[in-house]
């Protein structure tokens, strides 16, 4: 195991790894690191966690793998599904890659992780997902029960990193483990500043998963990236994030899905537009309808009220070193029926990880007090974080 790390992070003679001697340039994704990567998988029957992010260059990295000739026993799909079609929140399917005839395996319908069936007959699981390094995106927590599956099982994970575009800065309430859910499943912020291959160490590192000790985990880190590279995804990680504006504000905007806020859902532009039809706005307004991507968006049909963020520059984004609460706030100040602003299903608390942001927000605390009561948890989570970096900060 310990050698298989060593490779993997390509140490030099003099213990400096590749990384810290590449400043420049365009980072290189652990996919693209063939070399390193690719005895490992020899004569091995391999198992992909893989959607359309997971390239090499153009290229899928299922048909790259199996142009070499590399056997791949099967694919497991997350949400948005393998070639990243589903809507947010529906179901995927078990079925078959037309292009190559692997069976395809769901793990965003009737179950959430690999079972022991799903694994039997795999020498090793190799995970390339990318991530936009916030925690409510469920693809972490995909990776975390595929850490323990593959620990129970006894097959080793070999995780291909990518960077995190808002791997920049770390920010936001840690997650009170009694919401736990899919998209809470570990008790990260909001932001947590990772990488998926430096989140997979922590978990392993600081034992949140069971059987940690059993998990044969290697990472095939990046080169030329440190944590204020800014970096523009070339696919887009889902339906609904199409460009780097919707990433980059997404951390912040999404805690809208647990409102009666339409967040441009069913426009050419969602997570850079908040609206709703009762909001006092004459100057901007926007009406939601089904696309490929939100097939029935919140408020369809509706005219809503509300801002425009698409104005908002990159470069701007970018040097954001915390979450945006301004919207939230100004939100909920001006939306005339404050009781339902929130929604009854406790959706707002599940994003949030914690029950007192919404209390915080009714109770009309300003921004600075709210950072307040969670900034000591954050920074215990920043020196832990630290233990685990691959990148430069």
Same mark, same amino acid.
């Not at 980072?27 to 997971?54: F, H, M, W």
């Not at 307004?285 to 049909?301: D, E, I, M, Y």
């Given at each position: 195991?310990?050698?298989?790390?060593?490779? !993997? &992070?390509?140490?030099? !003679?003099?213990?400096?790894?590749?990384?810290?001697?590449?400043?420049?340039?365009?980072?290189?994704?652990?996919?693209?690191?063939?070399?390193?990567?690719?005895?490992?998988?020899?004569?091995?029957?391999?198992?992909?966690?893989?959607?359309?992010?997971?390239?090499?260059?153009?290229?899928?990295?299922?048909?790259?793998?199996?142009?070499?000739?590399?056997?791949?026993?099967?694919?497991?799909?997350?949400?948005?599904?393998?070639?990243?079609?589903?809507?947010?929140?529906?179901?995927?399917?078990?079925?078959?890659?037309?292009?190559?005839?692997?069976?395809?395996?769901?793990?965003?319908?009737?179950?959430?992780?690999?079972?022991?069936?799903?694994?039997?007959?795999?020498?090793?699981?190799?995970?390339?997902?990318?991530?936009?390094?916030?925690?409510? &995106?469920?693809?972490?927590?995909?990776?975390?029960?595929?850490?323990?599956?593959?620990?129970?099982?006894?097959?080793?994970?070999?995780?291909?990193?990518?960077?995190?575009?808002?791997?920049?800065?770390?920010?936001?309430?840690?997650?009170?483990?009694?919401?736990?859910?899919?998209?809470?499943?570990?008790?990260?912020?909001?932001?947590?500043?990772?990488?998926?291959?430096?989140?997979?160490?922590?978990?392993?590192?600081?034992?949140?998963?069971?059987?940690?000790?059993?998990? $044969?985990?290697?990472?095939?880190?990046?080169?030329?990236?440190?944590?204020?590279?800014?970096?523009?995804?070339?696919?887009?990680?889902?339906?609904?994030?199409?460009?780097?504006?919707?990433?980059?504000?997404?951390?912040?905007?999404?805690?809208?899905?647990?409102?009666?806020?339409?967040?441009?859902?069913?426009?050419?532009?969602? &997570?850079?537009?908040?609206?709703?039809? $009762?909001?006092?706005? $004459?100057?901007?307004?926007?009406?939601?309808?089904?696309?490929?991507?939100?097939?029935?968006?919140?408020?369809?049909?509706?005219?809503?009220?509300?801002?425009?963020?698409?104005?908002?520059?990159?470069?701007?984004?970018?040097?954001?070193?915390?979450?945006?609460?301004?919207?939230?706030?100004?939100?909920?100040?001006?939306?005339?029926?404050?009781?339902? #602003? #929130?929604?009854?299903?406790?959706?707002?608390?599940?994003?949030?990880?914690?029950?007192?942001?919404?209390?915080?927000?009714?109770?009309?605390?300003?921004?600075?007090?709210?950072?307040?009561?969670?900034?000591? $948890?954050?920074?215990?989570?920043?020196?832990?974080?630290?233990?685990?970096?691959?990148?430069?900060?």
């Amino acid at each position: 195991m310990a050698l298989c790390l060593l490779l !993997a &992070f390509g140490l030099h !003679a003099e213990g400096l790894p590749a990384y810290a001697k590449a400043s420049a340039g365009k980072p290189v994704v652990g996919a693209e690191r063939l070399g390193i990567y690719l005895p490992l998988l020899k004569d091995k029957q391999i198992g992909l966690v893989v959607n359309p992010s997971s390239r090499i260059g153009t290229t899928h990295l299922v048909d790259s793998l199996s142009s070499l000739g590399v056997c791949i026993l099967r694919i497991f799909a997350l949400e948005h599904g393998f070639r990243g079609q589903e809507e947010a929140g529906e179901k995927v399917a078990d079925s078959q890659d037309t292009r190559t005839g692997i069976p395809i395996l769901s793990l965003y319908g009737r179950k959430k992780r690999p079972s022991s069936e799903d694994l039997a007959g795999l020498d090793v699981v190799v995970f390339d997902i990318q991530d936009v390094g916030a925690r409510f &995106f469920t693809y972490i927590s995909s990776l975390y029960y595929i850490m323990e599956a593959c620990a129970e099982n006894g097959v080793p994970l070999i995780v291909l990193d990518r960077p995190n575009p808002n791997g920049h800065y770390v920010d936001g309430p840690i997650l009170d483990m009694r919401l736990e859910s899919f998209i809470g499943a570990l008790p990260l912020p909001i932001v947590h500043g990772c990488t998926v291959g430096e989140l997979a160490l922590l978990i392993k590192g600081e034992y949140w998963m069971k059987d940690a000790g059993k998990l $044969d985990l290697t990472v095939i880190p990046c080169t030329a990236y440190g944590h204020k590279t800014a970096y523009s995804l070339p696919v887009r990680p889902s339906p609904n994030l199409p460009d780097d504006r919707s990433i980059l504000l997404y951390p912040s905007i999404c805690l809208f899905e647990g409102t009666s806020i339409s967040l441009g859902r069913g426009t050419d532009t969602p &997570f850079q537009l908040l609206g709703h039809p $009762d909001m006092p706005c $004459d100057t901007f307004w926007f009406v939601p309808r089904p696309t490929q991507a939100a097939k029935n968006p919140p408020l369809q049909g509706l005219t809503c009220w509300g801002a425009n963020l698409r104005h908002i520059p990159i470069a701007c984004l970018r040097a954001r070193t915390q979450l945006d609460l301004y919207w939230l706030l100004e939100f909920y100040r001006a939306f005339p029926d404050k009781s339902a #602003f #929130f929604l009854p299903n406790g959706f707002f608390e599940l994003l949030a990880g914690t029950y007192s942001l919404r209390k915080q927000i009714e109770a009309g605390k300003s921004e600075a007090e709210i950072r307040a009561t969670w900034q000591e $948890d954050l920074d215990f989570f920043k020196e832990i974080r630290l233990k685990y970096l691959l990148y430069p900060e």
